[in-house]
């Protein structure tokens, strides 16, 4: 929004144009209702005098003869276009008279009055492809004389239509006269008198424009006149007078309510700066107060650990807010003490090494406030009934304790400590319980992203720990713990030296390179753990692998790595399905039958069968009861 006066309209421009604004609507309504009734009588005298003849002109026409037409060369047809043609001679305003039915395929023209030479004139039969809205609708049920509502226009010029039923002897209607009168003269008067209303409309404009300058320069003068005292009032001269001719009642109320709001503005200036300049003191405060809470709270999100993240609290809070003791104390997990985990004093470096704590109850106010979840304010520390003396503390004569919160439970307190008594006021509580609540959710995650941490590497080891458990037993299963490809043909490996280097490459889970004979040992690692080994020799000898070729090879290792698990858990889940199966087909063969004998021998039978290698199973019931 543009706020500069300079650039918005005076008071009497505004009204001048709305002032001339009204009287050009005044004008263009009477002008236009004027022309639209010239317009509508102009119409209304053409569609009577077409009504008049197409009336006339229906009772003329042969309904016996005109079923009788059947095509243009006819005699009925040269009677009915004679008698058409008589009606159109008798004014020289009618352009086209003719009769039109009806058939399955729409309207179509049976006699179009002509003479030789004519041109437009439609042939007997000849479809209506265009027939005007009103024939349209009305055709079938047509039992009066009607006009098209509007003058159609085309490049022949323009045109009102009319149509009247045509009845024969029997009664029945057996046609449609239509005739067309020219409409030329009629929109030619309709345009002279648009164009004098214009004409008016234009003499009218500076007459109009002139009368609303000087009503409205009537209207705003004493508005110009208080603008003006007004601005040297703003500018800092309140003894301007304030007399104002009035040329109404409102300007007159208007200039004696300005003369009593600038008398108690008078009044009120003496007492405004006082009250600003300490409103301003109280704002630079607070708002220096906001700024350092929002530079503490960026320096500690970016700390992890607790231990470095208490010192470093109390240290940005002595420096930004200028106290000389900050203490963070922190709740025991009984609930019941409050133990000092950081400060920034030599007073409070003393009570770290003695491992300051004080009670959750009243004797105190880090106590009270822990215990109770509310700030405190101890305005003269020496004779607060809340506070005891503290010889580490001795120059202290304001403190200020808040309760570190995290959703509604008290985890701790911030303490700061001042050498100048009434330090601290109820204001300076709202902002620094933001401080609070910034370091409680800082404790809050370090804590937690330090229990994170401490799961992550249990899981880590725990995952570690079975995967080698795994590959251990996976490796005892087959029958061949690893192959070798000569650059012929592949075979198992045999040789106890293959076994021990892949034993040493487990241990150290890091690739190694022969100096003797140039190979490259590459270990396959799997989530951590070395399940196997990748070992390349040259043919020629001595041999320098380069970086290209090592990531490949430790590329195709950690492919390998994850083929092997594949394979290793499908071989695991088939042998859990078949040791389901076997269980299932064991269950069946027991739930078929009932007696406890044959039971028990279906039992031993089915463990015979499918437990390979077993030579006897026993089945047997202990004859004495089991005892606790």
């Given at each position: 929004?543009?706020?500069?006066?300079?650039?918005?309209?005076?008071?009497l421009t505004i009204l001048t144009l709305a002032?001339?604004?009204?009287?050009?609507?005044?004008?263009?309504?009477?002008?236009?209702?004027?022309?639209?009734?010239?317009?509508?009588?102009?119409?209304?005298?053409?569609?009577?005098?077409?009504?008049?003849?197409?009336?006339?002109?229906?009772?003329?026409?042969?309904?016996?003869?005109?079923?009788?037409?059947?095509?243009?060369?006819?005699?009925?047809?040269?009677?009915?276009?004679?008698?058409?043609?008589?009606?159109?001679?008798?004014?020289?305003?009618?352009?086209?008279?003719?009769?039109?039915?009806?058939?399955?395929?729409?309207?179509?023209?049976?006699?179009?009055?002509?003479?030789?030479?004519?041109?437009?004139?439609?042939?007997?039969?000849?479809?209506?492809?265009?027939?005007?809205?009103?024939?349209?609708?009305?055709?079938?049920?047509?039992?009066?004389?009607?006009?098209?509502?509007?003058?159609?226009?085309?490049?022949?010029?323009?045109?009102?239509?009319?149509?009247?039923?045509?009845?024969?002897?029997?009664?029945?209607?057996?046609?449609?006269?239509?005739?067309?009168?020219?409409?030329?003269?009629?929109?030619?008067?309709?345009?002279?008198?648009?164009?004098?209303?214009?004409?008016?409309?234009?003499?009218?404009?500076?007459?109009?424009?002139?009368?609303?300058?000087?009503?409205?320069?009537?209207?705003?003068?004493?508005?110009?006149?208080?603008?003006?005292?007004?601005?040297?009032?703003?500018?800092?001269?309140?003894?301007?007078?304030?007399?104002?001719?009035?040329?109404?009642?409102?300007?007159?109320?208007?200039?004696?309510?300005?003369?009593?709001?600038?008398?108690?503005?008078?009044?009120?200036?003496?007492?405004?700066?006082?009250?600003?300049?300490?409103?301003?003191?109280?704002?630079?405060?607070?708002?220096?107060?906001?700024?350092?809470?929002?530079?503490?709270?960026?320096?500690?999100?970016?700390?992890?650990?607790?231990?470095?993240?208490?010192?470093?609290?109390?240290?940005?809070?002595?420096?930004?807010?200028?106290?000389?003791?900050?203490?963070?104390?922190?709740?025991?997990?009984?609930?019941?003490?409050?133990?000092?985990?950081?400060?920034?004093?030599?007073?409070?470096?003393?009570?770290?090494?003695?491992?300051?704590?004080?009670?959750?109850?009243?004797?105190?106010?880090?106590?009270?406030?822990?215990?109770?979840?509310?700030?405190?304010?101890?305005?003269?520390?020496?004779?607060?009934?809340?506070?005891?003396?503290?010889?580490?503390?001795?120059?202290?004569?304001?403190?200020?304790?808040?309760?570190?919160?995290?959703?509604?439970?008290?985890?701790?307190?911030?303490?700061?400590q001042s050498t100048h008594p009434n330090a601290?006021?109820?204001?300076?509580?709202?902002?620094?319980?933001?401080?609070?609540?910034?370091?409680?959710?800082?404790?809050?995650?370090?804590?937690?992203?330090?229990?994170?941490?401490?799961?992550?590497?249990?899981?880590?080891?725990?995952?570690?720990?079975?995967?080698?458990?795994?590959?251990?037993?996976?490796?005892?299963?087959?029958?061949?713990?690893?192959?070798?490809?000569?650059?012929?043909?592949?075979?198992?490996?045999?040789?106890?030296?293959?076994?021990?280097?892949?034993?040493?490459?487990?241990?150290?889970?890091?690739?190694?390179?022969?100096?003797?004979?140039?190979?490259?040992?590459?270990?396959?690692?799997?989530?951590?753990?070395?399940?196997?080994?990748?070992?390349?020799?040259?043919?020629?000898?001595?041999?320098?692998?380069?970086?290209?070729?090592?990531?490949?090879?430790?590329?195709?290792?950690?492919?390998?790595?994850?083929?092997?698990?594949?394979?290793?858990?499908?071989?695991?889940?088939?042998?859990?399905?078949?040791?389901?199966?076997?269980?299932?087909?064991?269950?069946?063969?027991?739930?078929?039958?009932?007696?406890?004998?044959?039971?028990?021998?279906?039992a031993v039978e089915e463990l015979g069968r499918?437990?390979?290698?077993?030579?006897?199973?026993?089945?047997?019931?202990?004859?004495?009861?089991?005892?606790?």
């Amino acid at each position: 929004m543009n706020n500069n006066p300079s650039k918005q309209p005076s008071l009497l421009t505004i009204l001048t144009l709305a002032f001339t604004l009204s009287g050009l609507l005044i004008s263009v309504s009477i002008i236009a209702i004027l022309y639209n009734n010239l317009k509508a009588g102009l119409q209304e005298e053409l569609k009577n005098r077409l009504l008049t003849i197409t009336s006339i002109a229906a009772l003329q026409q042969d309904g016996d003869t005109l079923l009788k037409v059947s095509a243009r060369d006819d005699e009925y047809y040269k009677i009915i276009n004679e008698r058409n043609l008589k009606i159109r001679s008798a004014d020289s305003d009618i352009i086209y008279v003719y009769t039109m039915r009806k058939n399955e395929e729409g309207i179509y023209f049976v006699v179009d009055a002509n003479l030789p030479g004519d041109e437009g004139i439609a042939d007997f039969g000849q479809p209506y492809l265009e027939p005007g809205p009103t024939l349209e609708q009305n055709f079938d049920t047509i039992d009066r004389t009607i006009i098209e509502p509007e003058i159609y226009t085309d490049e022949f010029g323009s045109f009102l239509s009319a149509y009247a039923p045509i009845y024969a002897s029997t009664g029945e209607r057996v046609g449609v006269l239509g005739i067309d009168i020219a409409a030329d003269k009629i929109v030619a008067r309709e345009r002279r008198i648009l164009n004098q209303s214009l004409l008016l409309f234009a003499v009218s404009l500076p007459v109009i424009a002139l009368l609303g300058y000087l009503l409205g320069r009537f209207v705003t003068s004493p508005y110009v006149k208080l603008t003006t005292i007004a601005q040297k009032i703003a500018s800092g001269n309140l003894e301007e007078s304030t007399q104002i001719p009035a040329n109404s009642r409102e300007a007159a109320l208007l200039a004696d309510s300005f003369r009593t709001m600038t008398q108690k503005l008078r009044q009120l200036v003496g007492t405004l700066e006082l009250q600003v300049a300490d409103r301003t003191q109280k704002l630079e405060k607070r708002a220096s107060q906001s700024q350092a809470v929002s530079s503490v709270a960026r320096a500690i999100t970016t700390i992890q650990d607790i231990d470095l993240l208490l010192p470093k609290i109390t240290e940005l809070v002595c420096e930004h807010f200028g106290v000389y003791h900050t203490g963070i104390f922190l709740v025991d997990e009984e609930n019941k003490l409050a133990i000092l985990r950081a400060s920034n004093s030599p007073g409070g470096q003393k009570m770290l090494s003695r491992r300051h704590r004080l009670k959750l109850d009243t004797n105190s106010i880090v106590g009270y406030v822990a215990s109770r979840g509310n700030p405190r304010i101890a305005l003269d520390v020496g004779t607060d009934a809340f506070f005891f003396n503290n010889p580490d503390l001795p120059e202290t004569r304001s403190e200020m304790a808040l309760p570190l919160s995290i959703g509604g439970r008290v985890i701790g307190v911030l303490d700061v400590q001042s050498t100048h008594p009434n330090a601290f006021a109820e204001e300076d509580v709202a902002t620094l319980s933001t401080l609070a609540d910034q370091i409680a959710i800082a404790i809050e995650n370090t804590r937690l992203f330090a229990e994170a941490q401490n799961a992550l590497r249990d899981s880590e080891t725990s995952f570690e720990r079975y995967i080698k458990q795994e590959w251990s037993s996976f490796a005892r299963r087959i029958k061949n713990t690893g192959y070798t490809f000569d650059g012929t043909r592949s075979q198992p490996i045999k040789s106890k030296d293959g076994r021990e280097k892949v034993k040493t490459v487990t241990q150290t889970g890091r690739l190694s390179l022969e100096r003797d004979n140039g190979g490259i040992t590459i270990p396959i690692r799997l989530r951590g753990q070395t399940i196997g080994m990748l070992d390349v020799k040259p043919k020629n000898g001595s041999r320098k692998w380069t970086q290209d070729e090592i990531t490949l090879l430790e590329a195709a290792a950690e492919r390998a790595a994850l083929a092997l698990e594949n394979a290793r858990l499908v071989e695991s889940a088939q042998q859990r399905a078949a040791r389901e199966r076997t269980i299932g087909e064991i269950s069946a063969r027991l739930g078929s039958v009932s007696d406890v004998e044959a039971i028990m021998q279906t039992a031993v039978e089915e463990l015979g069968r499918k437990i390979g290698g077993a030579t006897e199973v026993t089945i047997e019931f202990s004859e004495e009861g089991s005892q606790e």
